[in-house]
């Protein structure tokens, strides 16, 4: 009984939400209606008390007042009072049973379930303590002499309570400031992932709508060139040769997207990020003009990576120009590069390269900031800019295995980064392609498999073109079954195709015929095509020129 906690929340469900929250550290608690019960309550022992401010009503207190100026010299029994936030509302009399409680505790609410344990566990330990002195009191009853020295160590004890709850509160204060800055941390790391997520949905559609997109340059991109080259009227080739032009603007858009997505069939090889850049410093100053000042900052002389060098230079070349654009009166262009650990729990490997592109100019608004690495986003001015060159940076880099960041405050400049994730230099030797330019000895036949009927018709309209002799499938299973009666030189196949893909289709077409030259056509990264080391196996590229096609089916025949 004497280690129990009496709860006065006459109000709602606070008395069993108290007991709930003192459950958890296996306290025993009692409920008391009012004031008399828990005077009544207190004859029997207890530890602790928790009162609600407003079940102060002095009517019912006298009892509870009178235990309270009849405890024995060794007992203060500790009483914690949950009170409002309206000190002013308080009534004379309320104020004066506060007063008269002596050793109480007032926690202003709400509070933090952990505070009120932390204060019963403390309310508790020290009537523990009261309790204590009072079978040392007992024993030496007869004894007046330790009974005084017994009152001193009660007297000590008192004393120190205040100073012992004090550090108490301390304690309790400080795990609020870590707990409020883990708080605070975590909720960083959630924005980063929210918008990680954002930038992966946005790129599987993007990714969808340009593969579909290139199907349908490559058609219009194809069928131009074959009308120019068959027609004898001079307007009408014009025309195709303006078509032409037109197909291929859309193609590099195209190119941008799917790199944005991460769907571009980018060449991943081992690349020393400081030799690329330094490499650049002539057209990245020729670029910039007189006016922006070019500091280059390099940790070391290699740092490696893997990347496509070509679009890696092209994410830097377009920080670059963004910069220029930013400093219209001229300024600073710094590049740094190291290597830092990964900053959150959102980064896969533990080592990156950083590539920091930063300016001086006119910064960006903290409200579009988020939005900067959409596509078709852009702050430049209409008929400036396709709002597609900072998607396309985060697309490369995150295709590489890294992330781009951007920090930027308005009139203080910009500072844009790629993370890369460190490699080890690539010391592979490489083998020497087969002359793409050797001609093929006689007509050659080749089997087209490709599902998209515009797409399948443009190929076998070019092939003929080139003198070749075509057969065609408009998907997997009914291009293997014409391989025994075609008997083709050469199989040409799409990658994304339903039910069964281009490379299914390679596979069963090499058991039939393990010989078989194939070209594997795609404009989409379904494939990783730095991976494929299949002997006999060209790759094609959407969208492409005739003359592309000509030379990868010259290059396919004489593998």
């Not at 074959?226 to 190119?255: C, F, P």
């Not at 799917?258 to 057209?283: E, P, W």
């Not at 002389?301 to 830097?316: G, M, P, S, V």
């Amino acid at each position: 009984m004497e280690h129990r906690v009496l709860i006065l929340a006459p109000f709602g469900r606070d008395a069993h939400v108290i007991a709930d929250v003192l459950a958890a550290d296996g306290r025993e608690c009692f409920a008391c209606e009012n004031l008399r019960v828990l005077a009544a309550e207190l004859e029997d022992g207890a530890g602790a008390a928790v009162i609600t401010e407003e079940a102060l009503f002095v009517d019912d207190a006298v009892n509870f007042l009178g235990w309270l100026r009849r405890q024995p010299a060794w007992s203060d029994f500790p009483i914690i009072v949950l009170a409002g936030k309206r000190v002013e509302r308080r009534s004379a009399l309320r104020l004066q049973a506060l007063g008269e409680f002596g050793n109480a505790m007032v926690l202003e609410r709400p509070l933090h379930s952990e505070t009120l344990r932390r204060a019963v566990a403390s309310s508790l330990r020290a009537r523990a303590r009261q309790y204590d002195s009072r079978g040392h009191l007992a024993e030496s009853h007869q004894h007046l002499l330790e009974r005084a020295k017994a009152q001193e160590a009660l007297e000590r004890l008192n004393d120190s309570l205040e100073t012992r709850i004090a550090d108490r509160t301390e304690e309790l204060a400080s795990a609020n400031d870590r707990l409020m800055k883990e708080i605070h941390e975590r909720a960083k790391v959630q924005a980063v992932l929210v918008q990680s997520q954002k930038m992966e949905a946005l790129g599987q559609l993007t990714g969808g709508i340009a593969h579909d997109f290139n199907n349908l340059l490559n058609v219009i991109m194809a069928n131009a060139e074959l009308i120019a080259r068959i027609s004898g009227d001079e307007r009408i080739r014009n025309m195709a040769a303006t078509t032409k032009r037109a197909t291929e603007r859309g193609a590099k858009l195209t190119s941008q997207l799917l790199a944005f997505s991460r769907t571009s069939n980018l060449d991943l090889k081992a690349l020393n990020v400081i030799a690329l850049l330094q490499g650049m410093r002539d057209i990245i100053s020729i670029s910039l003009g007189s006016s922006i000042k070019y500091i280059t900052a390099f940790e070391g002389d290699e740092l490696w990576t893997r990347a496509d060098a070509n679009q890696l230079e092209l994410a830097i070349l377009n920080l670059a120009i963004n910069a220029r654009d930013a400093m219209p009166n001229g300024g600073e262009l710094t590049i740094r590069t190291g290597t830092r650990p990964a900053p959150d729990a959102t980064f896969t490997s533990e080592q990156y390269v950083v590539v920091g592109v930063s300016d001086s100019g006119s910064g960006i608004p903290a409200s579009v900031i988020a939005r900067v690495f959409d596509p078709f986003f852009t702050t430049k001015p209409i008929g400036k800019g396709t709002g597609l060159g900072l998607s396309q940076v985060y697309g490369i880099a995150r295709q590489a295995g890294g992330t781009a960041r951007i920090d930027s405050e308005q009139g203080k400049g910009t500072t844009v980064e790629l993370w890369l994730p460190l490699g080890a230099k690539d010391l592979s030797e490489t083998k020497a392609a087969p002359d793409p330019e050797q001609s093929a000895d006689g007509v050659k036949r080749i089997l087209v498999v490709e599902d998209d009927e515009d797409v399948r018709t443009m190929l076998v309209e070019c092939l003929k073109t080139l003198g070749y002799t075509v057969t065609d499938a408009p998907d997997g299973p009914s291009g293997l079954r014409r391989i025994a009666d075609d008997d083709p030189d050469l199989l040409m196949v799409d990658f994304a195709m339903p039910g069964m893909n281009g490379m299914e289709v390679i596979a069963q077409a090499r058991r039939l015929r393990a010989d078989l030259p194939v070209i594997l056509a795609t404009g989409y990264a379904d494939v990783d095509i730095s991976k494929l080391t299949e002997k006999g196996l060209t790759i094609l590229r959407k969208p492409f020129q005739l003359d592309d096609l000509a030379r990868t089916v010259r290059l396919g025949l004489s593998s």
